[in-house]
């Protein structure tokens, strides 16, 4: 079992979906929100018109991301991921995992039993479309 996969278990292991981030108006801001970080463990990341929701848990020890600049930085060993999770340097060899997500009634719902990672990070369900 790779460590992508036993982090995923870890993740959806205690668990119950859907978490309920709240109204999709207060993430139209291109920006990472780390307001779940700990909590949800979860970052909620605008890019590019698309709101998507990422594992704040890094793949490498299980430590917590931090936003640190423009890169997300696990402050236990020193991995850095990009600002939508793409791993730059190691120990950790994957990118972040990111969750399904939805919005019903106005309300960005994520799914932390459906995790994607990167080369299917492009999969409908790994994201919402914003209009400006």
């Known amino acids: 079992m790779t460590a992508e996969q036993l982090t995923a278990i870890k993740l959806t292991a205690d668990t119950k979906p859907p978490f309920d981030a709240g109204a999709i108006a207060d993430f139209l801001q291109a920006k990472v929100y780390e307001q779940f970080a700990r909590k949800g463990k979860l970052l909620i990341i605008n890019k ?5 929701a990422s594992s ?3 793949p490498h020890k299980s430590c917590v991301v931090k936003l640190r600049g423009d890169k997300l930085v696990c402050p ?3 991995s850095a991921f990009d600002d939508v999770g793409t791993v730059l340097n190691g120990p950790a060899k994957e990118s972040l995992l990111r969750f399904a997500v939805s919005v019903k009634d106005g309300r960005l719902s994520v799914d932390r039993t459906k995790s994607f990672a ?3 990070w492009e999969n409908a369900a790994a994201f919402v479309e914003i209009k400006p």
């Open 118 to 120: 990167e080369r299917d």
């Open 76 to 78: 236990c060993h020193g």
């Open 48 to 52: 590019d018109q698309r709101v998507f």
């Open 56 to 58: 704040s848990i890094c």
